[in-house]
């Protein structure tokens, strides 16, 4: 609303706006009307620059990417803005753009080309893509940065936008976001459809349409050996995203390469109007789509994604949900496979099943804070094959270091190949040894007292006690991670035990009522 009274205010016009309480029109920039919501005399340069006070704080920045409500918080006008500000901050020659299947993408992917442009950057758009094929191309074309317009698994009337830099690095609050966000909030431009006309078209960037998405596929291939897979039906719910044309390629591919695996298609084609749902299959609530259409069709595995698909979500052959922990032990056993020794990265919140099957299949189990940019930066520092998060984000060494939500079930499939075992017997073995809780989310008014009375209350029995993320606390037997959301207002616990299932139920569920009487 604010943006349509401030242009309207620039043009002159502040009729029916009652909350002004302007009634007339200005006719020149000197006038001055009394009264009104401030009463107070305002002149029309006043006002606007009270209104662009008002709005000129951007509040969809978060500490890994851009998001927000769209009209109150994300429009074209804030896109283009953030546009030329990541273009003045990055510099950079050359950008990709893709845009989920949200109906409000492309013009806000149109806003961001324009806004690039007119800095003198030129587009290279892939249209309807996945973060991930933002992320390839990036590395691929050898590119200064790429952007994906999406909101993945947030509220209909959201959208956003994740940054990366060359090398498809990620553009996080302490590594960049923060001055994006600084520049945007200082601009201002007198638009004419859509972009500045103060910049000479001689001077604007090139815009280009390109398709990566076969290089894409061949890059996902080199991750399995075709020959290793044995007849294999798959489940796969795209929910109604922008994972569907992905998976057309990649089952062409195994067509061309005469792969025995048929995929079987749910939700599968892109609609922006999500008419299943907002795909989230993390939610309970929204798992039983997949579930049960693997029980139907006698399914090896379901598979489903999230919007933009850098997350993939996996289902046993009885059509039960997998937790993530589970996957994270079975890809780093398939990548230890192919690279014996090969250092892999995990997150602080479930570690036991991890480590151990790291170990066992003689590889380096190493461990950070969780959250993408700190998953990222240490696999390069330890020049790791993989690094996983229980929350389904994996990430690749090969694929820039970046997270996939393909390449993940492609090496699972293959493993269920190559072992001849069903994915339920696989990880049974796996819960067995160290059941976990997955993660509980608490809402509490403060996080950091929660913590320390949690500490201070467990940590003198205990035999090791870690500050990687939240607070880690080991006894012999379990261990628990506490840890604060950076996005919202709760408090995120895991809990695991050593092959004890009433142990590790009777200790969530005394840790559950404890931080609910802080």
Known sequence: MLLRIYEDCRGGDVRGYPFFDLGARFTGVGECYTGGFWGASLRRDGLINLIWNFMSEITCFKAYDIRGQLGTQLDENVAYRIARAFAQWLKPKQIVLGGDVRESSEALKTALTEGLRDEGVDVLDLGLA?????????????????????????????????????????????????????????MTFDLVEGRDPSVAEDKRGAYKRVDTRADYVEHLMGYIEPTNFTPLKLLVNAGNGAAGPAIDAVEAAFKKLNMPVELIKVCHEPDGSFPNGIP????????????????????????????????????????????????????????????????????????????????????????TKAGHAFIKQRMREEDAAYGGEMSAHHYFRNFAYCDSGMIPWLLVAELLCVKGKPLSELVDERIARFPSSGEINLAVSDASTVLRAIEAHYAPNALEVDHTDGVSICFADWRFNLRASNTEPVIRLNVESRGDQGLMERETAKLVEAIGRI
């Open 130 to 186: 996945g973060t991930e094929e933002v992320y390839f191309a990036t590395f691929h074309l050898g590119v200064d940065g790429g952007i994906e317009v999406t909101a993945s698994h947030n509220p209909i009337d959201y959208n956003g936008l994740k940054l990366v830099r060359e090398g498809s690095r990620p553009i996080s609050a302490d590594t960049g976001l923060k001055e994006i966000r600084t520049l945007a909030e200082g």
């Open 280 to 367: 989230n299959p993390i939610l309970i609530e929204n798992r039983s789509l997949t579930s049960d259409a693997v029980l139907k069709h006698v399914a090896d595995m379901g598979i489903a994604w999230d919007g933009d698909f850098d997350r993939c979500f996996l289902f046993d052959e009885q059509g039960r949900f997998i937790e993530g922990y589970y996957i994270v032990g079975l890809l780093a056993e398939a990548f230890l496979q192919k690279e014996a020794g090969a250092k892999i990265v995990h997150d602080p919140r479930l570690v036991w099943n991890t480590v151990e099957q790291v170990e066992e299949n003689g590889g380096v189990a190493v461990q």
